[in-house]
């Protein structure tokens, strides 16, 4: 909560005043505060952080810090679902003026077209090579789905270590799934300094960004067919989601936080936000990068602690404890991916 002088109001609560910031944290610290403290900053009762006392009406008592941060989560949760939405829009609308006609595609104005299809796997390797040996400065990746396969891995080393060689810094975003893959964890020691990694619950579709000037995303469901990005307004929004999403996601170095309820772990609250949201099994397992059976085993044990004894029950124990919102990393939604391992030196 930064210092604001009170000149800046409204704000928001990620961002408070300094007398607010002061006014809350003393709230917190207390358990209340008389109202008359609350008068020269407004913003906190128009923000709901501070309600009056039932017991006391002439005190405040604060809203606790964990519901301000769901809150404040699940804004920044619909933005990146508005960015994606968005995303998808300008994609769908640049694929169809290029079904228009061959003049049709715009210029890059660097002598290629500012938006490619790369149709057949050996098109897209050869595309991704091209961008891997031009790159200089740092690659950027979201890599969907569970733990990564040794040879998915070993695939793509050479490149990688070619680019650190360079003096190319990677940035990767995967999953939490991710996390317990040994291959994933030697790759990383090998590479050092070099690449840095982050997880999440979910991600976006797989997305690679070279030196923010190219980028690789999905454009079918059997990896055969990729969209060369070269358009600096695509590549800048790309760009933009990738960095929201390195924002909310958790260090692979850093442990994933508690729920705050006994019996439920992280993977069980990030099911229980989705089937709160309708999903079937087999789409939460998808986007969690685990396996149906996994995911089915992880929904019975939510059942008996929750002491739900039919599907329709759970949702309601769900929405009861309050797992049916956002988690600590964000649950941003995505697929699987269509863009091949093996055709950059981060898809691994």
Excluded at 255 to 262: A, C, F, K, R, W
């Amino acid at each position: 909560m930064a210092g604001h002088g009170t000149e800046e109001h409204p704000h928001g609560a990620d961002r408070l005043c300094e007398a607010g910031d002061r006014v809350y944290s003393r709230a917190v610290r207390r358990g209340r505060v008389p109202r008359v403290d609350a008068e020269p900053v407004p913003c906190l009762l128009e923000l709901a952080l501070l309600h009056p006392d039932p017991d006391d009406m002439d005190y405040l008592v604060p809203t606790s810090p964990q519901e301000v941060m769901t809150r404040l989560l699940r804004g920044v949760y619909d933005e990146v679902s508005e960015s994606q939405r968005r995303m998808g829009s300008a994609v769908a609308a640049f694929e169809w003026y290029a079904g228009l006609g061959p003049q049709a595609l715009t210029s890059s104005g660097e002598g290629g077209s500012a938006i490619r299809v790369l149709d057949g796997l050996s098109r897209i390797q050869a595309a991704m090579d091209a961008a891997t040996e031009a790159c200089t400065t740092e690659v950027l990746t979201v890599q969907p789905g569970g733990i990564r396969p040794e040879h998915e891995l070993t695939e793509g080393l050479h490149r990688a270590l070619a680019l650190r060689a360079r003096g190319v810094r990677m940035r990767d975003l995967y999953t939490h799934v991710a996390r317990h893959g040994q291959g994933l964890l030697n790759y990383l020691e090998l590479m050092g300094e070099a690449v840095e990694a982050r997880s999440l619950d979910e991600v976006i579709d797989r997305l690679i960004l070279f030196d923010r000037t190219v980028a690789f995303i999905p454009a079918n469901q059997d990896r055969t067919l990729a969209l060369e990005l070269r358009h600096p307004a695509l590549v800048g929004f790309l760009a933009t989601v990738f960095e929201r999403l390195w924002r909310l996601a958790i260090p692979l170095t850093a442990p994933l936080p508690d729920t705050g309820i006994e019996g439920i772990s992280h993977r069980e609250q990030s099911i229980a936000a989705l089937l709160a949201e309708g999903h079937q099994d087999a789409v939460i397992a998808e986007r969690l990068g685990i396996s149906v059976r996994t995911c089915r085993a992880h929904i019975a044990r939510l059942s008996e602690t929750l002491g739900a004894a039919s599907r329709t029950q759970l949702g309601v124990r769900i929405a009861q404890v309050g797992l049916d919102g956002p988690t600590r990393s964000a649950e941003i939604g995505g697929h699987g991916l269509t863009v091949p391992d093996q055709g950059s030196p981060s898809v691994r």
